[in-house]
């Protein structure tokens, strides 16, 4: 058990529909990631979060938004949803900003399927 | 921006010693090296981080050559339990910010 949550575990949602992913990250860690797992695409870094700013930014459609809450969990919010969204959304979180030795630990992830 | 590869697939027989290598031509300055294993439907798990040379931990050792082209993952001693995929990152700062690549991933089959 790493130490981060996320919730819910499954979500089951229909095209053009919006939903919520919710991550707690491990206690005393300041950035929290969310990456997108695909079969054919690999894990792809979506965006960071750092201590409520966001600090990275890397292959995040501009129908997914994310923010990090003044309690350090993180939201991300993906809209008009496709079939080719259906994938395992994980969030990672780390105790700095992600450089140098700054390790990401995961958390057992949201699976998502559009129908 | 580090693009990452590695073998699609390996196999190993319990006992064996397996090496993972990953390749990362356009490494930057400021970038370190992360191996990560995951389970099917889990999130991936920390195993070992470094920036040059060889570094060893309880569970793998992860080898660097000078130019840090690449790195290879050892896992010294396989077991059945250690069939899953492994992937290298890389990441940290580049000419256009913060990003991190994972590798494609390797399966690794730990063969009885």
Redesign the interface.
């Known amino acids: 058990d ?1 130490g ?1 949550t996320q919730t819910p575990k499954h979500l089951i949602t229909a095209t053009g529909q919006r939903v919520t992913l919710r991550c707690s990250p491990r206690s005393g860690d300041l950035s929290v ?1 969310w ?1 997108q797992q695909s079969l054919d695409q ?4 979506l965006i ?1 979060y750092y201590n409520g700013e966001e ?4 292959n995040i459609l501009e129908r997914f938004s994310a923010q990090q809450f003044p309690d350090l969990h993180s939201e991300l919010n993906l809209s008009s949803l496709e079939l080719g969204d259906s994938a ?1 959304y ?1 969030c ?1 979180s780390s105790v700095g900003s ?4 700054d ?7 949201t ?1 998502l399927t559009v129908l | 921006l580090a693009k990452t590869t590695q073998p699609i697939s390996m196999d190993s027989y319990e006992g064996q010693e397996v090496n993972i290598t990953c390749s990362h031509n356009n490494i930057a300055t400021n970038d370190y090296i992360t191996w990560y294993q995951q389970f099917p439907s889990q999130g991936p798990r920390f195993i070992i981080q470094g920036y040059k040379t060889k570094v060893t931990n309880e569970v793998a050792s992860l080898f660097i050559p000078a130019d840090r082209k690449s790195s290879t993952l050892s896992l010294p001693r396989v077991s059945l339990s250690d069939t899953a995929v492994y992937y290298c990152l890389v990441g940290g700062r580049d000419n256009y910010g913060q990003n991190f690549v994972f590798g494609p991933g390797t399966r690794l089959s730990a063969l009885p």
Request: aromatic share 22%; charged share 10%; no cysteine.
């Open positions: 790493s981060v990631y990456y690999g894990l792809q870094f960071q600090r990275a930014k890397g395992l994980f990672a992600g450089a140098g030795t390790t990401q630990y995961f958390g057992p992830g699976r």
